[in-house]
């Protein structure tokens, strides 16, 4: 008997360790996949891309088959991103490519040497794995220009605990706008905003809101917001083997020179002050989001 009140004490303890031992693990592996999201803090959110545009900002002017795009970088946010995009487009990588993925009005993809919209061949890797860089002052209203998500580093371990690396590469996109106008959405999209400055800039520009710190944004077109539209527009093909769907026609980035923003751009700038807005509540009194 006495052996027996033993054996059982000491299966209580093992069992008591182990469930400490579990929790400890269960903490650690909360705590520790945490790290991997991307926290915005709204008290420090500055939106870059609606502040008046510094004379001598590096600039990209974007010429298609469609007409002109003008965009403004942002090497101070996204150095890595901008530093390739330029080198590839001072080097005339962009010349005569393709835009080869469409997603009617809300954005489209190009840069690639052909229309289906393959990397070409001897593609570097170091070309093609940017690191991925996300920015909370960087969001994907309208008109913003982005890096395609190329490659991502991940396996079992990284996805529990939220490490996965995702790289981008020289393929870019430029964004339309989603429609605002369904109410139900904008009372999904009021209850989760964090900012009424961000919320108001996404109703009052346009944008993508779930691409939000999901795409790697470089700059924002202040010149061409039609041109874009149109190409977003364009009438497509059927989906491809490789998932891009190409316009039935195909538009071409004629070229792609890298400037500074002068009197010229100031002139041309179609980007407008942010509207703030108000949304009637349940109660029907009215809040921001």
Sequence with gaps: MHNRKKSLSI??????????????????????????????????????????????????????????????????????TVAQFERLAEAGYYNDTY???AKNDVYFAAGAKNALGDLPDGATEAQERIPRELHQDLWPFRGALCSMTTATDTSFT???????????????????TVDFSDEQFLQEFREAS???????TFLSWGGVP???QQVAVFGQTYAGLDVIDAICAAPLQAEHTGGYTPP????????????????????????????????PTEAGTSAQP
């Excluded at 299966?11 to 400890?24: D, E, R, T």
């Excluded at 959110?45 to 002109?68: F, H, S």
């Excluded at 964090?194 to 108001?200: K, N, Q, R």
Aim: with cysteine.
């Design 11 to 80: 299966l209580g303890m093992f069992l008591m360790g182990a469930a400490v031992i579990s929790f400890i693990v269960f903490y650690l592996i909360v705590m520790i996949s945490n790290q991997g999201y991307t926290y915005i803090d709204p008290d420090t959110l500055k939106l870059v891309q609606t502040e008046e545009i510094p004379q001598g900002a590096p600039t990209a002017v974007i010429t298609t088959t469609k007409g002109e795009i003008r965009c403004v970088l942002y090497p101070e946010y996204a150095p890595q």
């Design 248 to 279: 039935q026609e195909d538009i071409k980035i004629l070229t792609v020179t890298i400037s500074s923003y002068g009197e010229e751009d100031a002139a041309m700038n179609e980007l407008k002050p942010v509207e703030h807005f108000e949304f």
């Design 194 to 200: 964090a900012s009424s400055v961000l919320a108001d």
């Design 158 to 176: 990284k996805r529990l605990f939220k490490t996965e690396e995702k790289y981008t590469g020289s393929r870019f996109m430029l964004l339309g």
């Design 99 to 101: 835009v080869f993925e």
């Design 210 to 212: 779930n691409f939000s």
